[in-house]
């Protein structure tokens, strides 16, 4: 059996001490995470990150660093995530458009809020935070995606 974590990516933006955050529906659970999504087939990190914070959250993402990569073994379910976690901007906020399935609403809240809140989806959700809030700041152009002609 071959061991295959899920890439996904994550959207930090803050505003004002606050953090754009969703509140969604996960396997009847009530739970808090970043604009995050997976990797769609064909798609870059970069084309990712700005599809699901658009879809999640109906806010523009303009992704500006990537603060870090994490790698998340998911207790007792053998599955794990390879999350890729930007920060940037938000703008063009869409009010009416629909969110993704799943998503009740997006929010912002405080690192604080958070913390309180024992309604995170994982621990990666702090992780990001904390390394954004420490300055944790790679350039865009660190990753790439290599075509090949067949």
Not at 4 to 17: C, L, N, S, Y
Not at 120 to 133: A, E, G, H, Q, T
Request: proline share 5%.
């Amino acid at each position: 059996m071959t061991w295959k974590p899920h890439a996904t990516v994550a959207a930090i933006v803050e505003r004002d001490g606050k953090f754009l955050m969703v509140e969604e529906n996960v396997e009847g659970k009530i739970v808090y995470n970043q604009p995050a999504g997976h990797l769609d087939p064909g798609e870059n990190l970069i084309d990712a990150v700005i599809r699901e914070t658009r879809e999640e959250t109906a806010w523009s993402f303009t992704p500006e660093a990537l603060v870090g990569i994490y790698l998340w073994p998911q207790p007792n379910t053998g599955r794990a995530f390879l999350r890729f976690a930007f920060c940037g901007s938000c703008s063009d906020h869409q009010a009416g458009q629909a969110l993704d399935e799943g998503i009740l609403r997006a929010l912002w809240l405080s690192k604080d809020e958070l913390q309180n809140s024992k309604k995170l989806r994982s621990p990666m959700v702090l992780k990001n935070i904390d390394d954004f809030l420490a300055g944790h700041r790679y350039p865009l152009d660190i990753l790439s995606t290599v075509d090949y002609e067949k």
